[in-house]
Every structure is written in structure tokens, then in C-alpha cells.
């Protein structure tokens, strides 16, 4: 039973335009979410993260957004560049334990 | 600073065949976890270590997995004997305490056939 799902496998998005990649949760105890980037071969790295008490972080082209009440967060990137193009997971945690929940990825092509 | 290592970055078994990955984290990081992805599926959690302690071994699917982190530092997961469902990438993951970001290794893709 999945905790944390990521219902799009694949999103195709043009370079410049905005790309949205969302994630469900469905564990209350959840207060910590990130979103993890992954290239093929290579292991995830940390991209943006947001704690429970907000709804909105920024990091350059990246925002996350957080709805508490419909368990959804969403990975915003504008503008898109090919560079981009990789494997999105997002993930969860609760205060105990800690260990992160992952969702199942998507996979962010933004064509040139 | 060096990232977090594993090795070996492919293995491929056969079934009943022992294999140990080895996970070196980054130094002074004392949390260190291991997760796997089976068939371009979630990452799943396995274990968590503190230091050379077992914190959280939840996620271990079944006895034939073995971790350890004698002294602290590296880790070894064995797999014996290994099953064709076993078959995934294994991430070994680092960090310092509290909530900071988990770095991860490159991953192990082992194949049982």
C-alpha cells in the first residue's frame, strides 16, 4: 500500500514552458517532504524541500507547493530546461522515524 | 568532500549465490540507510543505521538480508541466498543528524537470474 504516489509515470513538457509534477500522500504523521532528482546511473539527489507549516517554498527555478488539507504537493520548474530532463521522486517523513517514504517517480523529458 | 560510494555498481548472480554490496558514507555522517527500487518502482526504505547501531530494520524483507556497520563506519548488506525477486537497484544513503537531506550513492543494480 503506497503512501506517497506519483500517478504520472511520464510528463513531455517544451523547453521554456513550466513544467508541474504533483505527488499524493496519504499518512497524516507526514510533516517533511522533498522532492529528489535522479539521472539515469546515478543515485537521487536532493533538489527542494518544504516542512508541514508551509505552503510554499522557492529555490530559483524551483518552487514546491504544499496542500495540507488534500494531502498534494506539486513540483513547479520554470523555465524548463533539457538539462532538466530526469527522474522526479518525491518523497515524505514523519517526525519518528525519519526515513523517507518515496513515490514512484516521473519521468520529466522537456524536448528542446 | 567525497559523496557517498558504493561497490560494486553491477552485480549479476545467480540464484542461490551470496552477494554483499558495500555502502562507504560520507565521512562524519552517522546516519546511514539503506533503500532499493525493484522494476522502476518506488524507492523503498530497508534499514537505518546510527552509527553502528541498527535504528530501524523495518524494511528488511526477509532473514536472507543481513546488514551490518562494524565501527561505525562503512556498511555491508548480504543477500544470501539470493532470490530472482531480490533483483533491483540498492541505494545506500548518508547524513548528519536531525532532518537535513539524505545524500545517496550511486547504487548497486544487482541482477539474480
Known amino acids: 500500500d503506497q503512501q506517497v504516489k506519483q500517478n504520472s509515470p511520464s510528463l513531455s513538457v517544451q523547453e521554456g514552458r513550466i513544467s508541474i509534477l504533483n505527488c499524493d500522500y496519504t499518512?497524516?504523521?507526514?510533516?517533511?517532504f522533498l522532492w529528489y532528482k535522479k539521472y539515469p546511473a546515478e543515485g537521487p539527489t536532493f533538489l527542494i524541500s518544504i516542512s508541514s507549516i508551509k505552503d510554499k517554498n522557492e529555490d530559483g527555478r524551483f518552487t514546491v507547493f504544499l496542500n495540507k488539507s488534500a494531502k498534494h504537493l506539486s513540483l513547479h520548474i520554470v523555465p524548463s530546461q533539457p538539462g532538466d530532463s530526469a527522474v522526479y521522486f518525491c518523497a515524505a517523513s514523519g517526525s519518528s522515524p525519519r526515513q523517507l517514504t518515496f513515490g514512484s517517480g516521473t519521468q520529466l523529458t522537456v524536448l528542446p | 568532500e567525497a559523496g557517498v560510494t558504493q561497490f560494486p555498481s553491477h552485480s549479476v548472480i545467480e540464484k542461490g549465490q551470496t552477494v554483499t554490496l558495500r555502502c562507504d558514507p560520507i565521512?562524519?555522517?552517522?546516519?546511514l540507510y539503506w533503500y532499493r527500487r525493484v522494476m522502476g518502482k518506488e524507492i523503498k526504505f530497508l534499514l537505518h543505521?546510527?552509527?553502528?547501531?541498527?535504528?530501524?530494520e523495518s524494511g528488511m524483507p526477509n532473514n536472507r538480508f543481513l546488514a551490518e556497520r562494524t565501527g561505525g563506519t562503512y556498511s555491508t548488506l548480504k543477500v544470501q541466498p539470493a532470490e530472482l525477486e531480490d533483483s533491483g537497484v540498492y541505494f545506500c544513503?548518508?547524513?548528519?543528524?536531525?532532518?537535513?537531506?539524505?545524500?545517496f550513492g550511486n547504487g548497486t543494480r544487482l541482477t539474480v537470474t
Open positions: 544513503a548518508s547524513r548528519e543528524q536531525g532532518t537535513s537531506p539524505l545524500h
Open positions: 565521512s562524519g555522517h552517522d546516519n
Open positions: 499518512n497524516s504523521m507526514f510533516d517533511y
Open positions: 543505521f546510527v552509527k553502528e547501531s541498527k535504528q530501524d
